[in-house]
């Protein structure tokens, strides 16, 4: 129980107050349960690793692809420029929370309760009395990114196993450039899938932000031990960029500007990290910190892996690595990294769907409505990977409308709405309007690239896309 244990009296108790329906759970931990009993919440360490491994996820593996299509100049100015958006948007995110909380009084508010509470003060009457519809759209849009970002994990760890097993027979020692591998499957990549669902259903039982920071540590282990052999390998020998055009076809940076949306992942666990805190005054040293790491691997391993491989860059910079054991493990070890992130990503759509369920039941079966809940989203998950074909591009489509909503579009909005009546500066009001364009725009362009990527022969180069069979 100590895993899986909840105060459920307390969410239950929530969940019964009049002005908020069961349907309105918190899209993170509430302010009643922020700390459950005889828990001291997160460190800061515990935080950073959680914040990192949130947000390295299977787009970065797709980004020297990215820059391709963007251009050796424009691509890593352009890549460096969006990190830095969302992270503004982000600590806009966290400002607007911490405004209202001191406004109403609660120590802490989501991100749904956020969008709501801004609502019910803002001018127009319309949109005051359908606040809560702010609330229901974040929570969608919420469970909507995370479970698709489940289901895309799904996909890589199942397509990674089956090539390191299938292609474990014409795997050498001697690491030579790869040559292009026509294999017929001896196993449906769906039976992989459903090798990996039991596994996955007892890692989401884990319930608690603190344990699986443990989880989160040996992810970043294998995750650094992974880029350790891959910067390893495009180190070395980098041909002189001559050749490479400093700005790609304006048509190819659309698809750049999709695949730099959808990697950055972790929008999602900004304000659910900070309420888990011990001290969540330290947060934002944590976020600037985090975030600069990852921006900068970003930039280094899109940059320089298609300085190294150039115009043969592929889809996932694995399938340019030599097919030799040493590099195959890097596969291993990524996928071990994702398949802990899985529980992370996880956590929200849970923390949002769970105390609405258990709402329905007597507090004694509250344990087995949360395990059944959990091991059902799981299920959902895996099923998606396996029915819907081409299931990365399907949640790319989905993942770039849902995360520039809720990383580019609603926190400078929010902005807007709370403090344009406490004598907003005419400079931060242009700004939060043109993030916002920008926002919308990366949507657009994101959902650009999803169509245009499923409308290509299933073969072709998608940028999160990993398998190798012709």
Same mark, same amino acid.
Do not use: W
């Given at each position: 129980m100590s895993l899986l244990g909840r105060n459920y009296s307390k969410e239950l108790n929530s969940l019964d107050h009049g002005s908020q329906p069961p349907s309105e759970s918190s899209s993170s931990t509430t302010s009643e349960n922020v700390h459950p009993a005889g828990e001291a919440g997160l460190s800061m360490?515990?935080?950073?690793?959680?914040?990192?491994?949130?947000?390295?996820? @299977?787009? %970065?593996?797709? $980004?020297? +692809?990215?820059?391709?299509?963007?251009? /050796?100049? !424009?691509?890593?100015?352009?890549?460096?420029?969006?990190?830095?958006?969302?992270?503004?948007?982000?600590?806009?995110?966290?400002?607007?929370?911490?405004?209202?909380?001191?406004?109403?009084?609660?120590?802490?508010?989501n991100y749904g309760e956020a969008t709501m509470y801004s609502l019910e003060t803002c001018p127009n009457t319309w949109l005051r009395t359908h606040a809560v519809w702010g609330r229901y759209t974040v929570s969608f849009?919420?469970?909507?990114?995370?479970?698709?970002?489940?289901?895309?994990?799904?996909m890589f760890m199942a397509d990674n196993l089956q090539q390191m097993v299938e292609e474990a027979h014409v795997t050498s020692n001697i690491c030579q450039p790869r040559e292009i591998l026509v294999l017929t499957p001896i196993l449906d990549i769906?039976?992989?899938?459903? @090798?990996? %669902?039991?596994? $996955?259903? +007892?890692?989401?039982?884990?319930?608690? /932000?603190? !344990?699986?920071?443990?989880?989160?540590?040996?992810?970043?282990?294998?995750?650094?031990?992974?880029?350790?052999?891959?910067?390893?390998?495009?180190?070395?020998?980098?041909?002189?960029?001559?050749?490479?055009?400093?700005?790609?076809?304006w048509k190819t940076f659309l698809l750049f500007f999709g695949t730099a949306i959808f990697t950055f992942e972790g929008v999602g666990m900004v304000l659910p990290l900070k309420n888990q805190m011990k001290h969540p005054q330290q947060f934002s040293f944590v976020l600037y910190l985090g975030m600069s790491i990852v921006i900068v691997l970003y930039i280094c391993l899109g940059t320089l892996g298609y300085m190294k491989f150039g115009s043969d860059t592929q889809a996932s910079i694995t399938l340019n690595l030599p097919n030799c054991w040493l590099y195959q493990s890097v596969k291993l070890m990524y996928s071990i990294g994702i398949f802990f992130t899985y529980a992370l990503q996880f956590h929200v759509p849970a923390e949002i769907i769970i105390p609405f369920a258990i709402s329905q039941v007597s507090e004694s079966w509250a344990l087995f409505a949360d395990l059944s809940v959990r091991?059902?989203?799981?299920?959902?998950?895996?099923?998606?990977?396996?029915?819907?074909?081409?299931?990365?591009?399907?949640?790319?489509?989905?993942?770039?409308?849902?995360?520039?909503?809720?990383?580019?579009?609603?926190?400078?909005?929010?902005?807007?709405?709370?403090?344009y009546s406490e004598d907003m500066s005419y400079v931060t009001f242009a700004k939060d309007i043109m993030i916002s364009i920008l926002g919308l725009l990366g949507c657009i362009f994101g959902t650009y690239q999803a169509l245009y990527e499923l409308t290509q022969p299933i073969n072709h180069s998608m940028a999160n896309f990993t398998g190798v069979y012709a």
């Open positions: 360490m515990q935080t950073l690793i959680h914040l990192l491994k949130c947000n390295i996820g @299977t787009g %970065l593996l797709g $980004l020297p +692809l990215a820059i391709k299509n963007a251009g /050796l100049l !424009v691509g890593p100015v352009s890549l460096l420029a969006i990190g830095v958006l969302t992270v503004h948007c982000m600590v806009i995110l966290l400002n607007c929370a911490h405004h209202l909380s001191q406004r109403l009084h609660k120590n802490f508010v849009l919420l469970i909507i990114t995370q479970l698709g970002f489940c289901s895309v994990y799904f769906r039976v992989y899938m459903l @090798t990996i %669902l039991p596994c $996955l259903i +007892l890692l989401v039982f884990i319930q608690n /932000l603190k !344990v699986l920071s443990i989880f989160s540590t040996l992810a970043n282990i294998t995750t650094l031990g992974s880029m350790a052999l891959i910067f390893e390998y495009i180190m070395q020998g980098i041909p002189y960029p001559s050749d490479l055009p400093l700005v790609a076809n091991s059902g989203l799981v299920c959902l998950t895996c099923v998606s990977a396996i029915l819907i074909p081409r299931l990365d591009l399907v949640i790319s489509l989905i993942g770039s409308v849902s995360s520039s909503a809720l990383a580019l579009i609603i926190p400078p909005l929010l902005e807007i709405v709370i403090l």
